[in-house]
């Protein structure tokens, strides 16, 4: 059922294997479904009476009634508006306390307003947030991701997708290449070049991706994800600049690398002279060097977002020595004026004041162990939920990340994953969840440990889960 954080992905629980071989695992009735969803939506409905009001005002002015509209996607009849979270508490409009488990979808892996990112904010705050000059906390914020990553050189962004976006072109300026390799139904941010799919048999831009105006195939390659043959094809012209890709796909539920994949990416890509990029911003989960410190990958570049400055939008990227030598070369011919590279608030004095003091408290050996020992809880709960309802899921654990997905078998690459997610039957299970106190992501069943989260929390959302599970079987 589960998948062992970390290395080796091939590790899995030999008691579930043992004592539970002989049971087979049936599908939960659509008609069951359907009856929970109008359930849970009405219950939703008659609990959250200031949360309407608060979205039907909303409305006037924002469009789809909130600041960013992927907040809708959770699915509910209007939006939760929440006034507190603190640690791994939720409070919302209407007084409703909740668990959180989502955090952000990892922008707060740390918790909400963690008490000394929270402090370092309120004593920096007097001392400017943005001046377009490094602060002293440049030189210590520098070697603690050189510490914690193992690559010597760094730089900032606002966002993940800002450093996306940047090593793409420094990924293309220092090779003279123009094209990018990702893997299908990968998620990189706001990037464009990364909207490219393979789900009709061949290569075209995603259709959700909204008012591109370019033929996003024309410099982007994807392949599916584990699929040794189809990446050696693509990078054997030798044309792409490099491959940007999580070590775990996790944005279209969890998909794991095969047993030595991660391995051969890495030998093909230096083969081809492609940069290999790895995106971290989830996978930072794994461990305080990421999945590729965990398992001793070496990339030329790597991205890291999300709870680097604890919540607050920030962002790094940082190269290799061979890789930054080679930018160095090429600014020495570069032709003077606009790089296309950066943001007025990137850099900023409150943002590195910020990742210090994430780096040095959270973002340590001993501050995972925890987090891991927990997540290893909640992962063989939600198996035993599983194995005791006997439904066709299954559940997947990376570092102190953990999901269910509601299909028997593990997908092996995106294209596979896409079609088992994003059901009614994880909607149904989501609501459930949230009117009884629980929140969990609502683009897939991701849920995180964060250093607030306890076994209570934990036992919580397990609890949760097997009345959700009863009541479709009943």
């Known amino acids: 059922m589960g998948v062992e954080a970390g290395p080796p992905p091939r590790a899995r629980h030999g008691y579930r294997q043992q004592k539970y071989r002989n049971i087979v695992a049936r599908p939960i009735a659509e008609a069951s479904v359907k009856a929970m969803l109008a359930r849970e939506n009405a219950l939703f409905t008659q609990r959250n009476p200031n949360s309407h009001s608060l979205s039907e005002k909303a409305a006037r002015n924002w469009l789809h009634g909130v600041p960013m509209h992927w907040m809708v996607d959770w699915g509910t009849p209007f939006p939760l508006f929440i006034e507190k979270a603190q640690g791994v508490d939720l409070t919302d409009a209407d007084g409703h306390g909740y668990i959180d488990f989502c955090l952000g979808d990892t922008g707060a892996m740390f918790g909400h307003s963690p008490k000394p990112v929270a402090e370092t904010l309120a004593r920096e705050a007097a001392n400017g947030f943005t001046t377009m000059l490094p602060s002293p906390d440049a030189a210590v914020v520098g070697e603690l991701l050189e510490d914690r990553f193992g690559l010597p050189f760094w730089q900032v962004t606002a966002t993940a997708s800002d450093a996306n976006r940047a090593v793409l072109r420094w990924c293309r300026a220092i090779t003279g290449r123009k094209k990018i390799l990702v893997f299908n139904r990968c998620y990189h941010g706001a990037v464009d070049e990364t909207y490219v ?176 020992a927990l997540a290893k809880k909640l992962e063989k709960g939600i198996a035993d939920v599983i194995i005791k309802h006997g439904v066709d899921w299954h559940v997947v654990r990376v570092g102190a990340r953990v999901e269910f997905m509601c299909c028997p078998t593990r997908p092996r690459n995106g294209g596979e994953a896409a079609k088992a997610i994003h059901g009614a039957i994880d909607e149904a299970v989501h609501h459930f969840l949230l009117n009884r106190g629980v929140v969990i992501t609502p683009f897939h069943n991701m849920m995180l440990i964060s250093p607030s989260t306890t076994e209570v929390h934990v036992q919580t959302l397990i609890d949760g889960l097997d009345r959700c599970v009863t009541e479709l079987r009943s």
Do not use: W
């Open 197 to 372: 799919t393979i789900d009709r048999g061949r290569p075209e831009a995603d259709p959700a991706l909204i008012g591109e105006p370019r033929d996003l195939s024309e410099l982007t390659k994807v392949v599916e994800f584990n699929d040794v043959a189809a990446l050696e094809a693509a990078l054997a012209p030798r044309d792409v600049a490099c491959v940007l890709a999580e070590p775990v796909m996790t944005n279209v539920g969890m998909v794991l690398p095969e047993d030595g994949f991660l391995e051969k990416l890495r030998i093909l890509t230096e083969k081809a002279g492609t940069l290999l990029i790895m995106d971290e911003t989830h996978c930072i989960s794994s461990g305080p060097g990421g999945y590729s410190g965990e398992i001793g990958l070496k990339p030329d570049a790597m991205v890291m977002g999300k709870p680097i400055a604890g919540g607050i939008p920030a962002a790094v990227y940082g190269f290799s020595s061979d890789a930054a030598e080679r930018i160095r070369k090429f600014l020495e011919t570069r032709t003077p004026g606009h790089s296309g590279i950066g943001t007025t608030l990137s850099g900023s004095r409150i943002q590195l004041a910020l990742m210090r003091s994430v780096l040095e408290t959270y973002v340590t050996r001993e501050a995972f162990a925890a987090l891991i």
